[in-house]
Nanobody, 113 residues
Framework: QVQLVESGGGLVQPGASLRLSCSAS????????MAWYRQAPGKQREWVAT???????TYAGSVKGRFTISRDREKNTMYLQMDSLKPEDTARYYC???????WGQGTQVTVSS
């Protein structure tokens, strides 16, 4: 069974950094684009960033210049490096294969002083 498992969330102060990981089982990982989304309490889930199979990256305007999406093909793992975190980045972060129902369980990121 194909699974996505996120990790790396936590409680940090504004301005700090975190690196999220998304580990994928199965051989599909390297063939498709992958993405990060996030959902804050009381808000709709929003797209954060995408990385294609070829490594092309795109970002939401709210995170561009602060977040970096990457992938390690050998480890079947995708990352989200988050720098200069702000309180408004507080959310549960999910990885997904776009266009499918394949989602991880999410990892909580809380940015607070």
């Amino acid at each position: 069974q194909v699974q996505l498992v996120e990790s790396g969330g936590g409680l940090v102060q504004p301005g700090a950094s975190l690196r999220l990981s998304c580990s994928a089982s199965g051989s599909f990982f390297n063939l498709y684009a992958m993405a990060w989304y996030r959902q804050a309490p009381g808000k709709q889930r929003e797209w954060v960033a995408t990385i294609t199979s070829g490594g092309t990256t795109t970002y939401a305007g709210s995170v561009k210049g602060r977040f970096t999406i990457s992938r390690d093909r050998e480890k079947n793992t995708m990352y989200l490096q988050m720098d200069s975190l702000k309180p408004e980045d507080t959310a549960r972060y999910y990885c997904t294969r776009p266009g499918t129902v394949l989602w991880g369980q999410g990892t909580q990121v809380t940015v607070s002083s």
